[in-house]
């Protein structure tokens, strides 16, 4: 969480916070989960504070994810797509966020093609900025609700063995896992092919191998990954069969397991590819309790950000 010279606080990778920070977020969305098993979903937290969705590139879950947490903290909230704003009139992003600022908005959630536009936006306004996923750097709320998945399904974070799996070289959701589950003391072996893997990954404080057995056999969470078709500008490997293969959790490797591993994913999932069809319906209750989770760890860094004594 970084506080700028205005007093406005922004999320925009985990690279900025601490274990503490993480710790606390998670302990907050926890009172914050129980708020959307109510029949009433709703606290007046950040009533009369208006929240805009800025969502620059595709997206389905964390778009509405966001958009039902500052609902359920009675915020108001807008929400752009590129295809409904100016922005497709050609305005620049720098114009559209100024505007929004205008009417006096609280906080801008920004997902964006580019790295580092969320960053680039807390030059440009007046208010707190959440980075929803920026290019191929960072998705902070996506690592704070796996980590939150990961520590109400097995108790603990620290020492927890966590194999990640797939295009590691495109995901922003692996650049923020790897530094949040670094942060809280859990350890983290990537698995692929070297050539989705990006140039000194190592330096990050992974381990990495190309054997899907071998992870198995060793983690504790296995934490599987898009192939980001949108990015990937040439083959880096064979062909998709040959992918799923040599990475993919198919029906045979998952019966053959003696101890499961707890299967997560971000979405959208690729049946087929990265997992068997008939596998990711045995896991799915996993990863639908993801998407739970994202909606009260995001309620937690809006009130973090606007609620109490900060905003
Ligand atoms: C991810 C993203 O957009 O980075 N999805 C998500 O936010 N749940 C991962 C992906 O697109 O594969």
Known sequence: MNEDVNGHRHLLAIA???????ISLLDSA??????????????????????????????TR??????LAAKRLSADVISFSRTTSSISKGESL????KTLVAMGVDAVVIRHSSAG????LTGWVDCSVVNAG??????????????????????????LKVAIVGDIDHSRVARSNIQALNKVGAEVLLVAPRSLLPE????????????????????????????QLERVEESRFPSLREYTLQYGLTKPRWQNLKRKPLVMHPGPMNRGVEIESSVADEVESVITGQVTAGVAVRMAVLYELLGGSHG
């Open 62 to 67: 964390t778009r509405i994810s966001f958009e």
């Open 200 to 227: 000194r990954i190592e330096e990050m404080g992974v381990d990495i191998t190309g054997s899907l057995e071998q992870a198995l056999e060793w983690c504790d969470v296995l934490y599987l990954l898009r192939i």
């Open 134 to 159: 920026d290019g191929m750097h960072e998705h902070p709320t996506q690592a704070l609700l796996d980590l939150f998945t990961m520590r109400e399904r097995l108790g603990h974070l620290e020492g």
């Open 16 to 22: 900025d916070v601490d274990r503490d920070f993480i």
């Open 30 to 59: 926890r009172s914050f989960a129980e708020v959307s098993t109510r029949p009433i979903k709703k606290v007046p937290a950040l009533r009369g504070r208006t929240i805009a969705n800025l969502f620059l590139e595709p997206s």
């Open 117 to 120: 536009a969320p960053k680039m």
């Open 94 to 97: 720098k114009d559209t966020a």
